[in-house]
């Protein structure tokens, strides 16, 4: 399979008032078209950081970070979910999911009935006219989730989408994407802290370095798919997360005595 | 405490009986020893937090489906026991009538005001709308213009208004300027902070020397207006940075146009703010102008204030007051309901 989202010696550089900072260096990834790619790091490395570049929200400082085949005027390139949901809390949750189609000129009819099918997937329907404030946080992320799905990315990108929500929820959410994914099959970006979360969901998991962040170890979960949440009582399951744990540890500890 | 009482459900006597005997010594001592006179703040203290704590214990004692109706019985019911109060103690001589006339006499006296027409200042105080229809068949309609510049609510009214809007919406148009654009916050923040804290009514002088006609509507207007236009501004400004960054990334992220980003992300963002602000800068029009009228004006509310301070018809100016009151609930009102429609989403 093609290459999808390519980063070459990827560097970012913040200008503080301390001087220059380097949150990436060096940073080299290939995710191929279709890949649920995970990403890990200790916080600070510059998942974020990587992830804001592939949205266009930031730019790399040096080297080469690229989605292909680029740009197209019919399909846009990378939609955010964000930790923090950010669904407006002025729009109800059609207006929320139809956002992005609206922003591209799609006429109204169309992007409603598109918004109105993503908000069935999400299971939703009841509450097509709320406004966020009356949805539970899990709730407003499915919201971000369809609103980002319905927008129909090159690549899906999610910053620890499912951080905020408590245990019960998260997993149920993590279900829910899987499901979802497995019908479109959409190239995916998805940055965790939850190294269950990343072996259950990816492809492929990549243990990042303590900052400045490059790639450290690249580990392959070839659980069978389609998964659901019994695969994690699995011994093979174990073995994956203990592979990523391993290669995580130190970086862990050197983030934290950075910090400290 | 009374929530522990309500908590245990148990029958406490004590609970109401307490409060209730302490109110009646309170006001026997008040009254045996003379104590009004000098310690009234703290026999008022007493009975208030007394009367509070009957009042708490009643409620715990109702059905939970009458604890609504009682709330806002108690929300009507408190004003208008104090209204009787106010009554009887003016009635009994114990507070001076001339100074603070009872509650029947300023609704006498506002229903005067309304009903007369006073034919040396030719002004009355809504303008005589019953009047209406005689009017038009005589005159047309510039009889009823006669009629409408002889109400001082209506001058009042249309000064505020008039003010609020020639401010409020060059606020918000400067203010989300501000908010998005570095360089003219740069420039004009200092100067806007400077002026937001000078008492606008101060320069009205310099207003009446700016207009052809000084003693005209021109300056009243417009130092209501300036007066809104700042407070507007600024508030709209803090709304503007207040938005959280990541509703802007996401506006971003999906391919938002600037037209777009302005429309769906900034303005929305931005209103609850705003219309803390609107709120704000409409009470400010209602104090500016009232002090307008005090010193130079012969229509309007703040006119019949003062008009009846000095000649000392304690009752109407009483009853304007009332007037002002009734002006600044209604038009509060009409802004919370323009704010509801603006902002479906703040419903709850
Ligand atoms: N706008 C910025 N200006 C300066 N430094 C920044 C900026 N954004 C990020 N950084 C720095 O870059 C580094 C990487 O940040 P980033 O947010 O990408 O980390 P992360 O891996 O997402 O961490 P976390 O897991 O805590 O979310 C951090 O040290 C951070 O302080
Ligand atoms: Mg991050």
Known sequence: ?260 | MPGSARGAGGPAATAWALPLAVLLATLAAGFAFGLWATAWWALLAIGFVCVVLLAQELESRLALRWRGPFQRGLALGFPLSLLLIWELLAGAGILNPRWFPPPSQIAVALWELTVTFDRFNRSSLIGRPWLVPQVVSEQGWAGVQELVRESHVWATLSRVLGGFLIGALPGVLIGMVMGLNRTVRMMLDATMSAIYVLPKIAIFPILMLVFPNPFGEGPKIAVVAISAFFLVAISTMAGVQGIDKVYLEAGRNFGASRWQMFRHVILPGALPIVFSGLRLALGTALIVIVAVEFVRADRGVGFLIYYYWQVLVTPRMYAALVVVMALGVGLTALLQWVERRVMPWRRN
């Open chain 1, 1 to 260: 399979m093609s290459a999808k989202i390519v980063a070459r010696s990827a560097e970012k550089r913040f200008q503080t008032r301390a001087g220059w900072m380097t949150a990436l260096r060096d940073f080299d990834l290939e995710v191929a078209e279709g890949e649920f790619l995970c990403l890990v790091g200790p916080s600070g490395c510059g998942k974020s950081t990587f992830l804001r570049i592939l949205a266009g929200l930031d730019h790399a400082t040096g080297g080469e970070v690229r989605i292909d085949p680029g740009p197209d005027p019919r399909q846009p390139l990378a939609n955010v979910v964000f930790q923090e949901y950010a669904v407006f809390p002025w729009k109800t949750v059609l207006h929320n999911v139809a956002f992005g189609l609206e922003m591209r000129g799609v006429g109204r009819r169309e992007r409603e009935a598109t918004a109105h099918r993503w908000i069935d997937k999400v299971a939703l329907t009841r509450f097509v006219d709320y406004y966020p404030a009356q949805l539970s946080g899990g709730m407003k992320q499915r919201v971000s989730i369809a609103r980002a799905l319905a927008n129909d990315p090159q690549v899906l990108l999610m910053d620890e989408p499912l951080g905020a929500l408590d245990a019960q929820t998260r997993a149920v959410l993590q279900e829910e994407l899987l499901q979802l994914w497995e019908e479109s099959r959409k190239t995916v970006l998805y940055v965790t802290h939850s190294i269950d979360e990343a072996v259950f969901l990816g492809d492929r998991v990549v243990v990042m370095t303590a900052h400045p962040g490059t790639v450290k170890t690249v580990i392959d979960v070839d659980l069978p798919r389609p998964r659901d949440l019994s695969v994690m009582a699995t011994p093979e399951f174990a073995a994956l997360t203990g592979a990523v744990w391993d290669a995580l540890r130190d970086e862990v500890r050197r983030a934290m005595a950075e910090q400290a």
